[in-house]
Nanobody, 119 residues
Framework: QVQLVESGGGLVQAGGSLRLSCTAS????????IGWYRQAPGKQREWVAV???????KYADSVKGRFTISRDNEKNTVDLQMNSLKPEDTAVYYC?????????????WGQGTLVTVSS
């Protein structure tokens, strides 16, 4: 089993920065990709960024150039550095991991952390 806990959310003015952190525990050696998703009020959850087990990264077009995802396998953490924040970035941000459980691929979600960007 794998568990995820997010931290680092808060209130920031437009143009500011925040750094979110996702800490994994449990069978972390079985984790493949870890990603960040977000869900704004009244909207569906959307993918933001992902980092693979080898360190490759991908970003949604809406955050490309402003957000950076990074992974520290020794500390079992994945951070999301968010710069040049916009009010439309306001959402609950969730960490998500794909991991191997026996012969099955499973996924796990964190509890989420709220990011509020004021205009």
């Amino acid at each position: 089993q794998v568990q995820l806990v997010e931290s680092g959310g808060g209130l920031v003015q437009a143009g500011g920065s925040l750094r979110l952190s996702c800490t994994a525990s449990g069978s972390t050696f079985r984790i493949n990709a870890i990603g960040w998703y977000r869900q704004a009020p009244g909207k569906q959850r959307e993918w933001v960024a992902v980092v693979g087990s080898g360190g490759s990264t991908k970003y949604a077009d809406s955050v490309k150039g402003r957000f950076t995802i990074s992974r520290d396998n020794e500390k079992n953490t994945v951070d999301l550095q968010m710069n040049s924040l916009k009010p439309e970035d306001t959402a609950v941000y969730y960490c998500n991991a794909d991991y191997l459980s026996g012969l099955l691929n499973r996924e796990v979600w964190g509890q989420g952390t709220l990011v509020t960007v004021s205009s």
